[in-house]
């Protein structure tokens, strides 16, 4: 156990043991602090000169909002380097006047592979930091996941200066089925809007002000009983009611994009396997493979995948400007 997961394991013990004890004395709005985030070295503070905005992406909603976010650090003066983080070197990361991290919450938590990531990068110390999730409904612990970056980032030494959450249609693929659509996803269904990226071209102004200055941001993660929820294993209960997660050769065009997207890789293209027992259940082999040739059955249905879905609900999200293609 590493010292970013030992202190996780206390803060969680810790907090266990107060929310029992005070949950019949607290006030229901009061919020119970399980962890104060803040820099711990004195910032590099100027003007944004480079920055480097990376993410974890499975169906474009993160990625939409950081590239737009990468664009309007561009239009402020900086040079901006820009990737997923699964392609991202991140040796480039030293001497940044800025870092910005992007991630979906998932299972109202940050994804293991953006927690592994950040543990793998160079000392930080003084660096600008700031965090950005995208979420699929009002109840998704997305506070909570954008400061375990900030958490993480700043065992590396670095200052955060920022934090954002933007909201976006549900890519949950058990959120609907052939029958039905989950009511909250339902409601969700025109975000990201005009007014989401504009939040975002907002956040991006905001971080350049705050190094500027050199005003470091402090965060608070608190007691949600959605935060509680990610102690009882979600993803290892969900994967109970999964069946037959596997890959289709009679309907595959070997075109490795499930193999490619796998964080955890957990998938063998070649020999047309998944490995369940390392498989994450972030279901980016179903919402990434083109023609659904990865087949899984949840509570007896067969699971289809975000793009599939907006195709059969002749859905569409609207691009920002700053990231739409020009045509060749």
């Known amino acids: 156990m590493n010292g970013f997961e030992r202190r996780r394991f206390l803060q969680k013990t810790l907090a266990a043991a107060a929310a029992l004890s005070l949950s019949s004395i607290t006030p229901s709005h009061a919020a119970i602090t399980l962890e104060t985030i803040r820099g711990r070295s004195p910032m590099r503070k100027g003007p944004v000169k480079q920055a480097l905005v990376t993410w974890y992406s499975q169906t474009g909603m993160t990625e939409r909002i950081g590239r737009l976010v990468a664009k309007r650090l561009e239009k402020s003066g900086a040079t901006v380097f820009f990737d997923d983080m699964r392609s991202v070197d991140a040796a480039r990361m030293k001497g940044m006047d800025l870092i910005v991290v992007g991630s979906p919450v998932f299972y109202y938590d940050t994804p293991d592979y953006v927690k592994r990531f950040i543990q793998t990068l160079p000392d930080l110390t003084g660096t600008p930091v700031a965090a950005y999730v995208t979420f699929g409904g009002p109840e998704g612990n997305q506070h909570n ?11 590396k030494g670095a200052v ?9 249609m549900s890519t949950f693929p058990l959120a609907w089925s052939e029958k039905k659509v989950h009511h909250k996803t339902w409601m969700n269904r025109n975000l990201p809007d005009a007014h989401t990226y504009e939040e975002a071209r907002r956040y991006a102004a905001h971080l350049v002000n705050q190094v500027a200055s050199g005003t470091a941001f402090v ?3 608190n007691l949600t009983l959605r935060e509680m929820a990610t102690w009882v294993r979600p993803i290892w209960w969900t994967k109970k009611l999964v069946r037959n997660h596997g890959i289709d050769q009679k309907v595959c065009i070997g075109c490795g994009l499930c193999e490619e997207k796998c964080p955890a890789g957990a998938i063998d293209i070649g020999a047309f396997t998944i490995d369940r027992h390392v498989c994450e259940l972030c279901f980016g082999c179903i919402n990434n493979c083109p023609v659904q040739a990865v087949t899984m059955n949840y509570n007896g249905e067969r699971v289809f995948g975000y793009p599939e879905f907006m195709k059969r609900k002749k859905l569409s999200i609207i691009e920002p400007e700053e990231v739409q293609k020009t045509p060749a």
């Open 145 to 155: 996941a954008a400061c375990n970056i900030l958490a993480a980032l700043s065992d």
């Open 160 to 168: 955060p200066v920022g934090l954002r959450s933007f909201m976006n």
């Open 219 to 221: 965060a608070k993660r």
